[in-house]
């Protein structure tokens, strides 16, 4: 099982950027793709992208792509999530979690991934 940790949230300016960290513990940590998710006020858990565990190859939803860039550091056991030239549709809770089974699906780390607790992003116009 790996624990997780975001940080980096925070209120910025439309047109900003942020960078979000997922801190992980447990053993596993290297064997688990690791995706980002973000639930803004009053909407489904949208899937943003995610990053494998093999090789660090990255994965992006419409609602990541091109703006956002995931990159992971196997060593500090952390994945990050880049964000750059916010909108205030960015506005969400910012989610990270783990599975090893599939990196790309959002249905497995919904059904059996491990998951923090989220950290807040808001973006002011």
């Known amino acids: 099982q790996v624990q997780l940790v975001e940080s980096g949230g925070g209120l910025v300016q439309a047109g900003g950027s942020l960078r979000l960290s997922c801190a992980a513990s447990?053993?596993?940590?290297?064997?688990?793709?690791i995706g980002w998710f973000r639930q803004a006020p009053g909407k489904e858990r949208e899937f943003v992208g995610a990053?494998?565990?093999?090789?660090?190859?990255?994965y992006y939803t419409d609602a990541g792509k091109g703006r956002f860039i995931i990159s992971r550091n196997n060593a500090e056991n952390t994945v990050y999530l880049q964000m750059n030239s916010l909108k205030p549709e960015d506005t969400a809770v910012y989610y990270c979690?783990?599975?090893?089974?599939?990196?790309?699906?959002?249905?497995?780390?919904?059904?059996?991934?491990?998951w923090g607790q989220g950290t807040q992003v808001t973006v002011s116009s």
């Open positions: 979690a783990a599975n090893e089974f599939d990196w790309r699906s959002s249905y497995y780390y919904n059904k059996l991934g491990s």
């Open positions: 447990g053993r596993t940590f290297s064997r688990n793709g």
């Open positions: 990053i494998s565990a093999s090789d660090g190859s990255t």
